[in-house]
């Protein structure tokens, strides 16, 4: 259903509208009225025949003009017959101000689902109930009330909003435009019983005026429904920017596994976000940093940036953030620094980044300083360029904007710019800065952080696979598997892996009463204890390693043996697990989680003993490609690890980055039986990687 007639009604109506302008019906009129919408205006109030200057109705039926919109700003319990009115009248939208729903209880949630079955019943689609409503800010367009229909107005703009937080969503949209952002629609969604953010977020793709979405989330249902919106955003080039709240509480699980023991929701959220070229912001001002940059519409082909100023100390700042966002100032070339030697003045330093001094540019070199800035954005080398103009002058910040307005047309190259001085003390170069598509932030570092955010878009948009490339995986021939909630053994687990094309260590299966292997079998063995009873049999003795003849393999037999049994009784022992030791290579950990959300997610890290107190993961949401698995690979902070170096060769990550697609192409297709899944150590080696050990738990 088209939200066209949500965002553009042709009238609105306020059920509960009042006189009193501290009420929130009387808010929703008075915001309709100061702000000039054009369309129909039908206060709903029996007691009055006339408010604020329009014919007062004693009810929604009672509407004698088009209306496509119903505020409603009465107690919760009304809400289901109001809905039911707006379907009699044709009637298609409608915004619930008012609070007393799920939010407060059993009694609430009753009520909620009354209503929402009335919606349902009556074709009326509803935002909210519990929100602060939303804004057209083109159209004028106020069915809302609270912060979000009060001064400042916002100014008109590209970027589209979804907030589920009332209060201090309006506060991020809020801060955004009082940094010069301009908005085109608000929505404050609240409890989302009909329309959620996705949904809002999808509008907003198709909506050919909005430029850039943003959003505050603080958690979403249908995880996979969010990323694939993510996707057509990216194929659209209308970058999305989310404020993910809420992220430091752990998914409750019951966790057999070590990946499930490492993962948290936000984990999920973030690698899915890098999957789909989600822009994720951390605060208010970074939202507003990105917005900015984003909307002025130039992107770079690629990570090096130039700098130019007059304060070395800026340029200092600038290079240590620009470092930790993998950003490059690379040097200039030949022809580009000679140039710089015949424009600038001669006491600074015209490496890059290029300090040209305090105090300029000024009039009298204005020419020079033209040809300066066109030659450092005509270098092939340079993706972006920023000017540090620190604590400059009016009417230096005027006239250097002057010059970019003649040397920026001819390279579509991004240009921002960190300014001390503020809009306030110098309005006239902020407002031709802006005007020509620079941004000016009050940071360097904020600076470093909006270009290195550029650079990723620019990354993201280049990864769209091409059509006929994203050929889907042919079925894996899994093993039987036992019905039902299950945790399978070592010897069962790496039979599953072994079908989708996982390696796994050579290995024997000893049923109680076995004590040796055949001569084919190479020490050193690994000996293990084999119970779907026991998760971690390293915690209870239930390991021996470097085995290493057939008198210690007896030994560590009955040793593992004996330790189960006394430390697990209970436990079905299917016999003792015998394998092959892998020499060398790096210990590392891949496994699965099913989340609710976003369903199998692969995690990656360094494993062993240490993977939990390590906890350096990355993530992705199965199924997914080599470039994500290479991704994943390069994320962690021990990565350096699997390059050798001091002696030890390089691991073959090519084979690991194999395995991570293969993991996940099994995970997606177990999706509805994988629980979770650890491979822990799988051993990357110089040549080809083996998992040394195995769990698989069934749902």
């Known amino acids: 259903m088209s939200l066209e007639k ?22 929703t009129v008075r915001a309709l009225n100061q702000y000039g919408y054009q369309g129909g205006i039908y206060p709903i109030n029996p007691r009055y025949s006339e408010l604020a200057g329009h014919k007062c109705y004693p ?23 109001l809905l039911r009115e707006c379907g009699a009248k044709g009637i ?11 939010e407060t209880g059993e009694e609430g949630a009753r009520i909620e689902a009354e209503m929402l079955a009335a919606a349902k019943e009556s074709k009326v689609r509803v935002i909210g109930p519990n929100c602060l409503g939303l804004v057209n800010v083109h159209a004028h367009v106020f069915a809302a009330f609270g912060s979000i229909a009060r001064d400042p107005a916002h100014t008109p703009g590209g970027v589209s909003a979804v907030i ?44 050919p005026h909005t430029k850039v979405i943003l959003a505050y989330l603080e ?13 057509r955003a990216l194929a659209a080039r209308k970058p999305i920017l989310i404020l993910k709240a809420g992220n430091t509480e752990q998914g409750k699980r019951a966790a057999a596994s070590h990946t499930a023991n490492l993962t948290g929701q936000y984990d999920i959220y973030r690698a899915a976000f890098r999957q789909c070229g989600i822009i994720e912001v951390t605060d208010i001002h970074e939202a507003a940093d990105f917005a900015l940059a984003l909307l002025a519409g130039r992107l770079p082909k690629g990570r090096n940036v130039a700098l130019m100023g007059g304060s070395g100390g800026s340029a200092a700042v600038f290079g240590d953030a620009a470092d930790a966002v993998g950003l490059t100032l690379p040097p200039l070339t030949a022809a580009t620094t000679a140039l710089l030697e015949k424009s600038l003045p001669t006491m600074g330093s015209l490496k890059n980044p290029i300090d040209y001094t305090a105090g300029y540019p000024r ?68 407002a031709k800065l802006r005007e020509i598509g620079v941004p000016v932030l009050p940071s360097p570092a904020r600076v470093a952080r909006a ?75 690994a000996v293990k204890i084999v119970s779907r009873d026991i998760a971690h049999r ?105 390059d050798g170096g001091r002696g030890r060769p390089a691991c073959d990550i090519d084979a690991l980055a194999g395995i991570l697609v293969r993991v996940s192409e099994l995970a997606w297709q177990m999706r509805e039986r994988l629980a979770e899944m650890d491979i822990n150590p799988l051993i990357v080696g110089p040549q080809g990687a083996v998992a040394a050990d195995a769990l698989v738990v069934l749902r």
């Not at 002058?393 to 003649?406: I, N, W, Y």
């Open 6 to 27: 949500l965002f553009n009604p042709r009238g609105i109506a306020i059920a509960g509208a009042s006189g009193d302008p501290t009420r929130p019906g009387g808010q």
């Open 363 to 430: 009039p009298e070199t204005a020419d020079s300083f033209l040809r300066a800035y066109s030659a450092v954005l005509a270098d092939p080398g340079i993706d972006q360029l920023t000017f540090m103009f620190a604590s400059a002058g009016r009417a230096q910040l005027q006239l250097a904007g002057d010059l970019l307005e003649q040397a920026m047309p001819k390279f579509n190259k991004p240009v921002l710019a960190f300014s001390a001085m503020t809009a306030e003390i110098a309005p006239e170069g902020f």
């Open 59 to 81: 009810s929604i039926s009672a509407i004698d003009g088009a209306c496509d919109l119903v505020v409603i700003a009465l107690p919760a319990a009304q809400t289901p017959a």
């Open 92 to 102: 298609g939208f409608a915004v619930i101000l008012g609070g007393g729903f799920r």
């Open 164 to 207: 589920q937080s009332g209060g201090f969503g309006n506060g991020l949209v809020l801060q955004c435009s009082l940094a010069g952002v301009g908005f085109r629609y608000i929505v404050a969604s609240g409890n989302e019983s009909d329309i959620t953010a996705p949904e809002l977020m999808s509008a907003f793709v198709d909506d």
């Open 538 to 642: 390293s915690d209870i003795g239930g390991v021996r390693l470097n085995v290493a003849n057939a008198q210690e393999l007896k030994e560590a037999v009955a040793g593992v043996t004996a330790n189960a049994r006394r430390a697990a009784p209970a436990a079905q022992l299917a016999g003792v697990l015998v394998s092959e030791m892998v020499a060398g290579g790096v210990e590392t950990i891949v496994g699965v989680v099913n989340d609710a959300g976003f369903g199998p997610v692969v995690a990656f890290g360094i494993g062993g003993v240490m993977a939990e107190a390590i906890r350096d993961m990355s993530y992705r949401v199965a199924p997914f490609g080599p470039d994500d698995a290479r991704a994943m690979i390069d994320e962690i902070r021990l990565r350096a690890l699997l």
């Open 451 to 525: 270009m290195a955010m550029l650079a990723d878009y620019a990354e993201a948009l280049a990864r769209i696979p091409k059509p006929g490339t994203d050929a889907p995986a042919p079925a894996i021939v899994l093993p039987a598997l036992p019905a039902g909630a299950a945790t399978l053994d070592e010897h069962a687990s790496k039979a599953v892996l072994a079908a989708a094309g996982v390696p796994v260590t050579r290995d024997v299966l000893l049923p109680p009463g076995r004590e040796t292997v055949d001569d084919t079998m190479k020490f050193p063995l």
């Open 219 to 231: 958690g979403v249902t249908d995880g996979r429904g969010l990323m694939e919106i993510g996707r």
